[in-house]
């Protein structure tokens, strides 16, 4: 939920906050998201390896908490780029792929696909309450009064005053809460809760000794790890859709509809289609091959902008939720699935940070296809030289789907290699 409303409202709170333009705005969640791939790619991974999942997912939740509550109050653009540029990519850096490898920690192989989909399921009924919420404080909270007593040592007299905060800064103090309650939360987990679903054959005690430059020399010298690099960065595509939907949609629903327009709940719909979708295809999740799913949710979801060239109404915008919704259903637990062929035992953390890296360059695109587009395509007043053309921002984005569906699909078998490898793999060992 705290990931969604920061989605939603990122643009909004660049604009009303600091008056940045998209497009300025749409570069700092540019830069913010080639931060993150920095830090997955240096640092957090063996984090994750050394530290276990309680430990790493109670650093990553805490360095975002803090920077979640320096946002309560920064004023400058200078504070925001330095916090955008550290803390909050860090954190982020650390707790998705710990997400991610909590749920093969705590499952069997053959009840993961299962996990997967509910792991997924609630992070979107986690989206389906974040629309909400973020109408509830534009609409009741435009504006939040603090009043407090300060000492002023110049007339040795107390003093009344008065802090106001925006909506948006409100929001972000909703997410704070939101975190610290789960890091209080997390105190409670037992690490010994994943002992029964521990790989037998593997001399872990073996692993723990392995130190950073040995783990990243063994995974760069693995082809399957650069295969799953490549994967990740073809899969950008489809995933762009989803993400500029709430990227774009909010500050496009404001224009349109006015400031108070509820676009959190319009936006809501996606995650409770999701909801559905995922509960209805859970048969079939668990049946046929995770490439397969993945590739046909790729197609679904690069074809759900077409009914935006009719124009932005809400019909058509019902109809492009729907399929994509249908589309993120289909795909995206098959993706953590599909994660975990290329992966080595004890050297999950930094496999999942590495390769979940080239994800958040959907992040980098967003930002700057996002500001640009809005900038271009849809500005806020049209004159000679900007007029509103919604057509072109979907023909743009469904082009770049189509090129990583066709390349998703010409590349089946060379990317479905490591799945092979690995089942040749526990068949030697079955037989030794």
């Avoid at 610290?180 to 073996?206: G, H, Q, S």
Wanted: proline share 4%; charged share 20%.
């Amino acid at each position: 939920m705290i990931f969604l409303i920061d989605d939603l409202t990122f643009l909004l709170y660049c604009q009303y906050e600091y008056g940045m333009s998209p497009s300025e705005a749409g570069i700092l969640f540019c830069v913010s998201a080639l931060c993150l791939f920095t830090y997955g790619l240096t640092i957090s991974g063996f984090i994750i390896d050394k530290m276990g999942v309680k430990r790493s997912l109670m650093l990553g939740l805490a360095l975002y908490c803090v920077a979640k509550f320096l946002l309560i109050f920064a004023d400058t653009r200078l504070q925001l780029w330095i916090i955008m540029a550290t803390l909050v990519p860090l954190g982020v850096s650390i707790i998705f792929p710990v997400l991610v490898l909590a749920v093969k920690k705590l499952t069997f192989e053959n009840a993961r696909s299962t996990a997967y989909s509910y792991y997924f399921g609630f992070m979107v009924i986690g989206a389906i309450l974040g629309g909400p919420i973020v109408d509830w404080i534009r609409h009741d909270y435009k504006t939040t009064t603090w009043h407090y007593t300060h000492h002023n040592p110049e007339t040795d007299r107390d003093e009344d005053r008065v802090q106001e905060f925006s909506a948006w800064r409100t929001i972000t103090f909703i997410g704070f809460c939101l975190n610290l309650c789960m890091i209080i939360l997390l105190c409670f987990y037992r690490t010994a809760k994943e002992e029964p679903f521990k790989e037998r054959d593997v001399n872990w005690d073996e692993i723990d000794k392995l130190t950073f430059c040995q783990i990243f020399r063994d995974l760069f010298k693995d082809k399957r790890f650069w295969r799953f690099m490549l994967f990740s960065l073809v899969i950008v595509g489809p995933k762009l859709v989803f993400a500029l939907l709430f990227f774009m949609l909010p500050r496009i629903i404001m224009q349109d509809y006015g400031e108070d327009a509820p676009f959190g709940i319009y936006v809501s719909v996606a995650p409770v289609l999701i909801l559905v979708f995922l509960w209805l295809l859970q048969p079939v999740q668990a049946t046929f091959d995770a490439y397969d799913l993945i590739l046909l949710g790729c197609i679904v979801a690069t074809l759900s902008p077409t009914p935006m060239f009719f124009g932005v109404n809400i019909v058509d915008f019902v109809i492009f939720i729907v399929f994509i919704a249908l589309a993120e259903a289909i795909y995206s637990p098959m993706i953590n699935v599909f994660t975990f062929n290329f992966t080595k035992p004890g050297r999950e953390g930094t496999f999942l940070t590495l390769s979940s890296a080239p994800i958040y360059f959907t992040m980098a695109v967003t930002g700057l296809m996002g500001g640009y587009l809005l900038e271009e395509f849809y500005p806020p007043e049209e004159d000679d030289t900007h007029k509103k053309r919604p057509n072109y921002i979907w023909a743009i984005i469904i082009l770049c789907s189509s090129i990583s569906c066709i390349v998703l699909f010409l590349l089946r078998d060379y990317f479905t290699q490591a799945e092979e490898q690995d089942a040749r793999e526990k068949a030697e060992n079955e037989m030794n």
